[in-house]
């Protein structure tokens, strides 16, 4: 059985063995996350080429998603490198205390603007919310603090504001230096961290431009302002993440698990690629096995829709990076095996088609879910019409027949689609194109004589946005 469901994994030092990686991808990884919040561009460039190596030495093609640093929010470092905060007690927040002098009383801040953003009576949460303070005073570049709930805390931890509102943009000068390497090197995905709305989006998408590069663009929703403004995001996005480290901090872990289906829902049905992340199988950093928990949360996500599950530290400093994406994989196959009929899908039955390419991809995914076909190919330049069919839940395969590398990439974040290298040019009449067609699908195992198969195509081969027809043909061998 196929897994539709996609696997992004992070790189890192766990992954920086071409053998472990080139595993890790025949084990069913299938887009290779570069986080630019950690390591150095050298790093990054280094990760990159190991992805492409190992992606050549796995023979399957590998889509690679830059994951930009965006601006969190972090406390500088402490004195002895840690303290133990104990309820009740006053705690300072201050941006003009050096980098390294943190104490017990007080601890700087990287984000200068922080004494504008809060007022008594705010709520601030460090270390993904296990450190609760109240704002009692602001006080020029001091925010005086009350521990409402404290423990260890260590250096350069995260800070937010309960309810959002922090106001540093979501590109920061060193996002822009990423996002110009992104676009050099041809990368497939680029995710925009702390988006707050469908400008900073179109900002990114922009500025890649700009620097010749056409990544698709990932939208992070983890503020309190993105969940405000999600319509327009999804709207200006080509792909959502729900990035649930933050978003669960900013808005209370009580919302989390209702804010990830609508997330999944709206941007299935606006035909937007959604990735549910963060700590999907958090405790095989350390262990050969996810917990029971854990299971059941990435077999919801899949049940909802997720094109793609993410796995960040279990492969990127985790001591199993392999079996994490295997047991990840074997989770998903289980979870798609229970996903609810797919005859009665209402996607889109209210409203118009945006264009043919929609109205085809839609037609395909209705006759495939009532008819006995065996497989979907779309002949296609960009990927669109495998991504429309992609947001029709099935469990038949559909098969992006493509000659471009970077199309190629791209679908492997669709759910249910999977790229096949093949060149329509040379196919100068329909005999010797479904001829083609067909010797490739019986030499990849894909089908078998006699199966029917639905194939989509233009009538000009090798234009984009062309796709205006489709047939249902049965297989033969010539």
């Known amino acids: 059985m196929l897994k539709r469901t996609k696997i992004v994994a992070t790189m890192g030092p766990a992954t920086d063995d071409v053998e472990v990686l080139t595993q890790m991808m025949r084990a069913g990884m299938d887009v290779a996350r570069l986080n630019a919040s950690h390591g150095t561009r050298e790093d990054l460039a280094r990760r990159l080429e190991l992805v492409r190596e190992a992606s050549r030495r796995a023979?399957?093609?590998?889509?690679?998603?830059?994951?930009?640093?965006?601006?969190?929010?972090?406390?500088?470092?402490?004195?002895?490198?840690?303290?133990?905060?104990?309820?009740?007690?006053?705690?300072?927040?201050?941006?003009?205390?050096?980098?390294?002098?943190?104490?017990?009383?007080?601890?700087?801040?990287?984000?200068?603007?922080?004494?504008?953003?809060?007022?008594?009576?705010?709520?601030?949460?460090?270390?993904?919310?296990?450190?609760?303070?109240?704002?009692?005073?602001?006080?020029?570049t001091c925010i005086e603090?009350?521990?409402?709930?404290?423990?260890?805390?260590?250096?350069?931890?995260?800070?937010?504001?309960?309810?959002?509102?922090?106001?540093?943009?979501?590109?920061?000068?060193?996002?822009?230096?990423?996002?110009?390497?992104?676009?050099?090197?041809?990368?497939?995905?680029?995710?925009?961290?702390?988006?707050?709305?469908a400008k900073d989006v179109e900002q990114a998408r922009q500025?890649?431009?700009?620097?010749?590069?056409?990544?698709?663009?990932?939208?992070?929703?983890?503020?309190?302002?993105?969940?405000?403004?999600?319509?327009?995001?999804?709207?200006?996005?080509?792909?959502?993440?729900?990035?649930?480290?933050?978003?669960?901090?900013?808005?209370?872990?009580?919302?989390?698990?209702?804010?990830?289906?609508?997330?999944?829902?709206?941007?299935?049905?606006?035909?937007?690629?959604?990735?549910?992340?963060?700590?999907?199988?958090?405790?095989?950093?350390?262990?050969?096995?996810?917990?029971r928990a854990e299971v059941s949360d990435v077999a919801n996500a899949v049940m909802d829709g997720t094109d793609a599950v993410m796995l960040s530290a279990e492969t990127a400093t985790g001591r199993y990076p392999v079996k994490a994406v295997e047991a990840m994989a074997q989770v998903i196959v289980g979870a798609e095996k229970y996903q609810l009929s797919h005859s009665r899908t209402r996607h889109r039955v209210e409203g118009q088609f945006r264009g043919t390419e929609e109205a085809i991809a839609m037609a395909v995914m209705y006759t495939a879910n009532h008819m006995k076909v065996r497989a979907i190919v779309a002949l296609t330049e960009s990927g669109a019409t495998p991504l429309w069919m992609s947001r029709i839940r099935s469990d038949i395969p559909i098969y992006a027949f493509t000659r471009h590398e970077a199309t190629s990439r791209r679908v492997t974040l669709y759910r249910g689609v999977y790229p096949v290298s093949f060149d329509v040019i040379g196919a100068d009449t329909s005999a010797r194109l479904y001829s083609a067609i067909f010797a490739r699908l019986l030499e990849l195992n894909l089908v078998?004589?006699?199966?029917?198969?639905?194939?989509?195509?233009?009538?000009?081969?090798?234009?984009?946005?062309?796709?205006?027809?489709?047939?249902?043909?049965?297989?033969?061998?010539h």
């Open 59 to 140: 023979g399957k093609p590998i889509g690679v998603l830059l994951d930009l640093g965006g601006p969190k929010i972090r406390i500088e470092s402490f004195r002895e490198g840690r303290v133990m905060l104990k309820e009740g007690a006053r705690f300072t927040l201050d941006t003009s205390l050096d980098p390294r002098a943190g104490t017990e009383e007080a601890v700087g801040v990287a984000y200068a603007d922080l004494p504008r953003d809060v007022a008594p009576g705010d709520v601030l949460l460090l270390a993904d919310g296990q450190i609760v303070l109240d704002v009692e005073a602001v006080k020029g």
């Open 145 to 197: 603090c009350r521990v409402r709930v404290g423990g260890e805390l260590s250096d350069r931890k995260g800070l937010n504001r309960q309810g959002g509102g922090i106001s540093a943009p979501a590109l920061t000068p060193k996002d822009l230096d990423d996002i110009r390497f992104a676009a050099e090197q041809g990368i497939d995905y680029i995710a925009v961290s702390f988006a707050r709305d």
């Open 448 to 477: 078998t004589e006699g199966d029917l198969v639905i194939l989509t195509k233009g009538e000009l081969s090798g234009v984009q946005g062309a796709t205006n027809s489709m047939l249902i043909l049965e297989v033969r061998r």
């Open 207 to 291: 500025l890649a431009r700009q620097w010749g590069g056409d990544p698709r663009i990932v939208a992070k929703i983890e503020r309190h302002e993105a969940v405000t403004n999600l319509s327009g995001i999804i709207e200006a996005a080509d792909v959502i993440m729900v990035a649930r480290g933050d978003l669960a901090v900013e808005m209370g872990y009580a919302e989390l698990t209702g804010l990830q289906k609508t997330i999944i829902h709206q941007s299935r049905a606006r035909n937007r690629v959604v990735i549910t992340a963060t700590q999907m199988m958090e405790s095989m950093i350390q262990s050969p096995v996810p917990t």
